[in-house]
Each structure stands twice: as C-alpha cells, then as structure tokens.
C-alpha cells in the first residue's frame, strides 16, 4: 500500500479533501463501523495504517487477471482513490480484463476533482501506470 500512503499522505487531523469530503489519516472517508469522519476527528499514523489495510482487504475488489505485485499496488492506489464504483463501471476495467493494454492505459486517466486537473494525481496516475504497464504497454 506504498502508492496510496505515499499520495494520500497522512494527517492527523480531519480535514476537507479536495472533492469536499471530511477526511482522516491516509485519506480515510469512514470507520469500519459506518461511521463517517467528522470535522474534529483525529486519528494516529499507526491507526490510519490499519484503516487503509482493513478497506483495502474489505472494499477493493480487483478486476479478474493475475497480476504481479506491482500491478497490484498500481490498482489498489487507483482504486483506493477513485473508488469500487467508479472503477468497476470504467472502460479502464474491461480493457484490463481483456487484456487491451493500450485501451487500458488511455482510460487509466482520474486526474481532476470538482473538474480541476490535481498535479498530484496527474504524479500518481503517471506512477501508476508505470507500475502496472511495465512490459504490457509503451505509449508511443
């Protein structure tokens, strides 16, 4: 889970996200008891490490293939940040379950909240795509 610490980044303190949700730790949203972070929350770096392991173990569902370890953390980061939903409906997955690799990395493209292009996405993403891509697909 290296990509999603080293990009979401850890705060102690409850904060708005860039999209406007109240936010914890390494990008946290809610608690495994449903509960949603609140302005005022606060939480520990120890605390915010088991929060991003326990979502990524209860809510990340990988699309079907095998996948490498660094193609793993490359889809855990991006579906960590962009969320199930939106992946699972995206043309990024089923280019990826059919193996379309330069459909795939056209597609692997969330770089903007509220509709502003975010440089810190655009550094994730471009990460991501490293990893999961790397002897798949060479953009030319």
């Not at 914890?24 to 449903?34: A, E, L, N, Q, V």
């Amino acid at each position: 889970m290296s990509l999603i610490t080293k990009y979401e980044g850890f705060r102690e303190n409850a904060y708005k996200c860039p999209a406007g949700v109240w936010t914890i730790g390494y990008g946290t949203t809610f608690y495994p008891d449903g509960s949603k972070v609140k302005e005022g929350d606060k939480i520990t770096e120890a605390k915010a490490l088991e929060l991003v392991n326990w979502y990524c173990d209860t809510y990340i569902f990988l699309p079907s293939g095998d996948f490498n370890d660094n193609q793993k953390e490359a889809l855990f980061s991006l579906i960590y940040n962009i969320g199930q939903r939106a992946f699972n409906s995206s043309k990024c997955r089923r280019a990826i379950e059919a193996k379309d690799w330069k459909t795939a990395y056209e597609n692997w493209n969330w770089i903007s909240a509220n509709g502003k292009i975010l440089n810190g996405l655009v550094r994730r993403r471009d990460e991501e795509k490293k990893l999961f891509f790397a002897g798949l697909y060479e953009p030319e």
